[in-house]
C-alpha cells in the first residue's frame, strides 16, 4: 500500500514495496498476465 504522507517527490525511493511480503528495491513491474512468458510475449512487441 502506498502512502500519500510523502513530503518530498523521491519519497518512493527511500520506501519499501512489499507485495505478498515479498520485499523489492525497483518499482518497474512488467507484464500483464496477458501472455504466460517472454517466448509468447516476444512476437507480440
Known amino acids: 500500500m502506498i502512502n500519500n504522507d ?3 517527490s523521491w519519497w518512493w525511493l527511500v520506501k519499501k514495496l512489499i507485495l505478498d511480503n ?3 528495491t525497483s518499482r518497474l513491474i512488467l507484464g500483464t498476465g496477458k501472455y504466460k512468458d517472454f517466448e509468447e510475449t516476444q512476437p507480440c512487441y
Open 6 to 8: 510523502h513530503k518530498c
Open 22 to 24: 515479498k520485499e523489492y
